[in-house]
């Protein structure tokens, strides 16, 4: 059993940055593949970013490639997203997920456990 608690978000204007983190617990959360997905007001839950158990290999939605960063920290079993030059289509609730598959997940029916979401604004 993994829970997953993410933080970080808030109100940014476009252009600005903001990390997320999504702290889990437990002493295996370095034996899962972690994920970002977020979901805009009344659009679809969508994929955003990956990383494996080691934080050797990431994958990112081609919406957000080269302006948001995976990375992990298993020592304080922590995933952050880095997202920088933020746009107003960012703007959603962001989701940590947690899979016990191997190699990097983009569909949500891969991952096992979900927080409860942090909430990303971004004004124009």
């Known amino acids: 059993q993994v829970q997953l608690v993410e933080s970080g978000g808030g109100l940014v204007q476009a252009g600005g940055s903001l990390r997320l983190s999504c702290t889990g617990s437990?002493?295996?959360?370095?034996?899962?593949?972690v994920g970002w997905f977020r979901q805009a007001l009344g659009k679809e839950r969508a994929f955003v970013a990956a990383?494996?158990?080691?934080?050797?290999?990431?994958g990112y939605a081609d919406s957000v490639k080269g302006r948001f960063t995976i990375s992990r920290d298993n020592a304080k079993n922590t995933v952050y997203l880095q997202m920088n030059s933020l746009k107003p289509e960012d703007t959603a609730v962001y989701y940590c997920?947690?899979?016990?598959?191997?190699?990097?997940?983009?569909?949500?029916?891969?991952?096992?456990?979900w927080g409860q979401g942090t909430q990303v604004t971004v004004s124009s």
């Open positions: 437990g002493r295996t959360f370095s034996s899962y593949g």
């Open positions: 997920a947690a899979t016990s598959r191997l190699g990097l997940q983009g569909k949500e029916y891969a991952y096992e456990y």
């Open positions: 990383i494996n158990l080691s934080g050797s290999s990431t």
